[in-house]
Protein backbone atom coordinates (compact mmCIF):
# COMPACT_ATOMS: atom_id res chain seq x y z
CA UNK A 1 0.00 0.00 0.00
CA UNK A 2 1.57 3.32 -0.80
CA UNK A 3 1.43 5.84 1.85
CA UNK A 4 1.55 9.75 1.41
CA UNK A 5 3.42 12.29 3.85
CA UNK A 6 1.26 15.29 4.21
CA UNK A 7 1.03 18.31 6.72
CA UNK A 8 -2.51 18.62 8.39
CA UNK A 9 -4.25 22.19 7.90
CA UNK A 10 -7.44 20.94 10.18
CA UNK A 11 -8.29 18.61 13.46
CA UNK A 12 -9.02 15.28 11.82
CA UNK A 13 -10.26 13.00 14.78
CA UNK A 14 -8.62 10.01 13.12
CA UNK A 15 -5.48 11.14 12.14
CA UNK A 16 -4.40 13.81 14.65
CA UNK A 17 -4.01 17.88 15.01
CA UNK A 18 -3.80 20.93 12.80
CA UNK A 19 -0.20 21.60 11.98
CA UNK A 20 1.08 17.66 12.42
CA UNK A 21 2.94 15.73 9.74
CA UNK A 22 1.54 12.52 9.49
CA UNK A 23 1.42 9.28 7.06
CA UNK A 24 -2.08 8.40 5.12
CA UNK A 25 -2.93 6.21 2.27
CA UNK A 26 -2.37 7.88 -1.05
CA UNK A 27 -5.87 7.40 -2.05
CA UNK A 28 -7.54 8.79 0.95
CA UNK A 29 -4.88 11.99 0.68
CA UNK A 30 -5.67 12.40 -2.98
CA UNK A 31 -9.47 12.04 -2.96
CA UNK A 32 -10.77 13.45 0.24
CA UNK A 33 -7.80 15.53 2.69
CA UNK A 34 -6.00 17.35 0.02
CA UNK A 35 -9.42 18.64 -2.10
CA UNK A 36 -11.26 19.25 0.93
CA UNK A 37 -8.29 21.81 1.84
CA UNK A 38 -7.96 19.65 4.94
CA UNK A 39 -4.08 18.94 4.48
CA UNK A 40 -1.52 19.89 1.92
CA UNK A 41 1.32 17.45 0.49
CA UNK A 42 4.91 17.61 2.35
CA UNK A 43 7.42 17.62 -0.35
CA UNK A 44 10.73 18.17 -0.17
CA UNK A 45 10.19 20.89 -2.37
CA UNK A 46 8.14 22.59 -0.37
CA UNK A 47 9.10 21.79 2.97
CA UNK A 48 10.23 25.20 4.40
CA UNK A 49 6.80 26.62 3.35
CA UNK A 50 5.39 23.75 5.40
CA UNK A 51 7.66 24.64 8.22
CA UNK A 52 6.61 28.28 8.10
CA UNK A 53 2.83 27.06 8.00
CA UNK A 54 2.70 24.31 10.44
CA UNK A 55 4.12 27.05 12.87
CA UNK A 56 1.22 29.89 12.25
CA UNK A 57 -1.23 26.62 12.42
CA UNK A 58 0.62 26.12 15.96
CA UNK A 59 0.13 30.00 17.49
CA UNK A 60 -3.31 29.90 15.78
CA UNK A 61 -3.81 26.57 17.79
CA UNK A 62 -2.81 28.01 20.83
CA UNK A 63 -4.94 30.94 20.57
CA UNK A 64 -8.16 29.11 19.69
CA UNK A 65 -7.48 26.52 23.07
CA UNK A 66 -7.17 29.95 25.20
CA UNK A 67 -10.14 31.15 23.51
CA UNK A 68 -11.86 27.87 24.37
CA UNK A 69 -10.83 27.65 27.86
CA UNK A 70 -12.13 30.94 28.32
CA UNK A 71 -15.66 30.00 26.57
CA UNK A 72 -16.04 26.95 28.92
CA UNK A 73 -15.17 29.04 32.08
CA UNK A 74 -18.02 31.39 30.49
CA UNK A 75 -20.59 28.18 30.15
CA UNK A 76 -19.43 26.27 33.22
CA UNK A 77 -22.86 26.74 35.00
CA UNK A 78 -24.77 26.48 31.74
CA UNK A 79 -28.02 23.54 32.04
CA UNK A 80 -30.68 22.73 29.65
CA UNK A 81 -34.05 21.92 29.96
CA UNK A 82 -36.47 20.33 26.87
CA UNK A 83 -40.09 19.31 27.75
CA UNK A 84 -41.47 16.78 25.12
CA UNK A 85 -44.36 14.97 24.93
CA UNK A 86 -44.00 11.52 26.65
CA UNK A 87 -45.75 8.26 27.17
CA UNK A 88 -46.52 6.61 30.21
CA UNK A 89 -43.12 5.28 30.97
CA UNK A 90 -41.30 8.39 30.01
CA UNK A 91 -41.04 7.25 26.47
CA UNK A 92 -40.69 10.48 24.71
CA UNK A 93 -42.80 11.01 21.07
CA UNK A 94 -39.83 12.12 19.18
CA UNK A 95 -36.55 12.51 20.66
CA UNK A 96 -33.92 15.28 21.73
CA UNK A 97 -30.84 15.33 19.15
CA UNK A 98 -27.33 17.44 18.76
CA UNK A 99 -29.47 19.72 16.68
CA UNK A 100 -31.60 20.71 19.96
CA UNK A 101 -29.07 21.11 22.14
CA UNK A 102 -27.07 23.43 19.54
CA UNK A 103 -30.27 25.37 18.78
CA UNK A 104 -31.03 25.67 22.70
CA UNK A 105 -27.26 26.58 23.62
CA UNK A 106 -28.08 29.27 20.68
CA UNK A 107 -30.53 30.73 22.38
CA UNK A 108 -28.55 30.77 25.05
CA UNK A 109 -26.33 33.50 23.23
CA UNK A 110 -23.52 30.31 22.49
CA UNK A 111 -22.67 29.95 18.98
CA UNK A 112 -21.45 26.00 19.16
CA UNK A 113 -21.73 24.04 15.97
CA UNK A 114 -24.06 20.79 15.95
CA UNK A 115 -20.90 18.58 14.86
CA UNK A 116 -19.17 19.45 18.39
CA UNK A 117 -21.94 17.80 20.28
CA UNK A 118 -21.12 14.42 21.26
CA UNK A 119 -24.43 12.90 21.69
CA UNK A 120 -23.85 9.09 20.89
CA UNK A 121 -27.75 7.88 20.22
CA UNK A 122 -30.76 10.64 20.83
CA UNK A 123 -32.45 11.13 23.80
CA UNK A 124 -35.67 8.98 23.79
CA UNK A 125 -36.71 9.26 27.23
CA UNK A 126 -37.10 11.44 30.07
CA UNK A 127 -34.49 12.09 32.67
CA UNK A 128 -31.09 13.79 33.11
CA UNK A 129 -28.44 13.03 31.40
CA UNK A 130 -24.90 14.70 30.54
CA UNK A 131 -23.21 16.47 27.04
CA UNK A 132 -20.17 16.74 25.97
CA UNK A 133 -19.04 19.83 23.68
CA UNK A 134 -16.05 19.69 22.15
CA UNK A 135 -15.15 23.50 22.39
CA UNK A 136 -11.51 22.37 21.11
CA UNK A 137 -9.73 19.30 20.63
CA UNK A 138 -8.14 19.67 24.26
CA UNK A 139 -11.21 21.76 25.92
CA UNK A 140 -14.41 19.51 26.57
CA UNK A 141 -17.42 20.81 28.70
CA UNK A 142 -20.02 18.40 29.89
CA UNK A 143 -23.48 20.17 29.75
CA UNK A 144 -26.27 18.44 32.34
CA UNK A 145 -29.72 18.25 30.01
CA UNK A 146 -33.00 17.20 32.24
CA UNK A 147 -35.65 15.87 29.44
CA UNK A 148 -39.04 16.37 31.23
CA UNK A 149 -42.58 15.14 29.79
CA UNK A 150 -45.09 17.91 28.89
CA UNK A 151 -47.19 19.22 31.79
CA UNK A 152 -45.06 16.95 34.21
CA UNK A 153 -44.69 19.46 36.37
CA UNK A 154 -48.24 19.94 36.97
CA UNK A 155 -49.17 16.37 37.08
CA UNK A 156 -47.82 15.68 40.83
CA UNK A 157 -49.65 18.88 41.89
CA UNK A 158 -52.50 17.78 40.25
CA UNK A 159 -52.35 13.75 41.89
CA UNK A 160 -51.56 15.58 45.58
CA UNK A 161 -55.06 17.93 44.99
CA UNK A 162 -57.18 14.37 44.17
CA UNK A 163 -55.57 12.51 47.10
CA UNK A 164 -56.39 14.99 49.48
CA UNK A 165 -60.08 15.15 48.42
Given amino acids: ?5 ILLREDIDTLGGRGEIVK ?12 QGLA ?11 EQEREALLKKAAVEKA ?13 LTFERLAGEGGTLF ?11 LQAKGYEIERKRISLKDAIKETGEYTVKVKLHREV ?3 VPVTVKAEGAADEPAAKEEAAAE
Fill in 1 to 5: MATTT
Fill in 140 to 142: TLE
Fill in 24 to 35: VKAGYARNYLLP
Fill in 40 to 50: TLATKGNLKQI
Fill in 67 to 79: TAEAQKEQMGSIA
Fill in 94 to 104: GSVTSMDVAEA
